[in-house]
């Protein structure tokens, strides 16, 4: 690896080596990188443990996705810039987990169930339509947030073929709900023009 003037590589030497594969680049990435993202991290949370697997994700997904950085000097940047999203989802996560999770003080039997709306039928409905690969890439990515390689994990898929089932998710259900809301708003005229 070249060296600037005998000392360290640059960041940018860093990186080009490690997108041509090179072990020792990749560990001295996560050497240089780990403590200032963990410590970062930590003080945006407040939790070490949290800072701590949020730390590991980040840096596996980087270097999973190393081949897609362009501009090896501005690799920090593009770290903290994905640390920052994947902290971002986890908290999400977190409040949605926080407003699904009924107080134990409170009787179930108080609650009255929630009636389903006509919009919610439509989105089942749709998302019944899907291949069940697409479907799964879609409820994963779009309504538990995982990321795409988690997900590609769980569901025993390579990253690119999740990809490509999200993708078509999207634009099936996107088209299907433009379709069926066009449907909805020509009924809603016929009927408001027979009143």
């Given at each position: ?13 860093l ?20 403590q ?50 994947r ?43 899907l ?8 409820e ?20 690119a ?25 020509e ?9």
């Amino acid at each position: 690896m070249a060296d600037r003037g005998g000392g360290e590589p640059s960041v940018a030497d860093l990186v080009v080596h490690a997108q041509a594969g090179s072990v020792e680049a990749r560990d001295r990435l996560i050497e240089r990188y780990y403590q200032p993202l963990h410590a970062f991290l930590r003080r945006q949370t407040g939790d070490p443990a949290l800072a701590d697997d949020l730390a590991h994700d980040t840096l596996l997904y980087v270097l999973a996705h190393l081949d897609t950085v362009e501009e090896p000097a501005h690799f920090r940047a593009w770290l903290f810039r994905i640390a920052v999203t994947r902290m971002l989802m986890e908290q999400r996560r977190q409040r949605r987990e926080r407003e699904r999770t009924v107080p134990l003080d409170v009787g179930t039997t108080d609650i009255p169930a929630p009636a389903p709306s006509p919009l919610d039928e439509l989105v089942r409905h749709l998302l019944a339509e899907l291949t069940p690969a697409q479907r799964e890439a879609l409820e994963g990515r779009g309504l538990r947030g995982e990321a795409v390689p988690a997900l590609a994990r769980r569901v025993g898929r390579s990253v690119a073929a999740v990809r490509k089932n999200l993708t078509r998710a999207k634009e099936r259900f996107a088209m299907r709900y433009a379709e069926e809301r066009k449907r909805q708003r020509e009924k809603d005229d016929e009927d408001d023009g027979d009143a």
